[in-house]
């Protein structure tokens, strides 16, 4: 028994004496570049368009175009990789301004995220917990010293056979004044 117990004894300290010695937190060798498979953190967004002096003037908007049975909770637009205003909250016909100044003239690239819930109204209730995501990569192209509106519209797709998950969708239109004669 004595030596069953010492054995038992014997294990636990050699298991235990290297933890019991070492800080929570292990130091990290300076060129040791962690461990492959943690969660690594998104990068930083870059900061939104400036209005700079030279380029064209660019206006990009948002309508929400989603009839009543849809209620918006979040529209995302990333213009070149920089966060634009998050809108919550947009009800259905209205159009919001999200970025107004001069960009560089070519083409640019507009990554759109939507997230509409389902309605809350009549006696049809069930699709008042379903949420919708939407996203759509969209070039904007922004000709040479000229000014150019973009609206990113959330549309509603409808017919009998559309499926729940199909029912939204994001479409891009630009408009480009006419040249003054």
Known sequence: MFKAMGVVGLWVALIAAPHAASSPEPAQDPGDPGDPYALQKPPAPKPAPTSSTAGSFATIHFKNEVGKDFKLLEARVLFDDADLPVLTGV???????????????????AETY????????????????????????????????????????????KGANVPFNHQVGIEVYDRVPAPAK
């Not at 209205?94 to 560089?104: A, I, K, Q, W, Y």
């Not at 389902?118 to 000229?146: C, N, Q, S, W």
């Open 91 to 109: 009800k259905s016909g209205e159009d919001v301004v999200l970025f107004s100044g001069r960009v560089r003239p070519g083409r640019h690239v």
């Open 114 to 157: 939507l997230t509409y819930e389902g309605g809350k109204h009549g006696i049809f209730t069930y699709m008042k917990d379903y949420k919708i995501t939407v996203r759509a990569d969209e070039v904007l192209t922004v000709p040479p010293e000229t000014a150019v509106q973009f609206t990113i519209s959330g549309k509603e797709n």
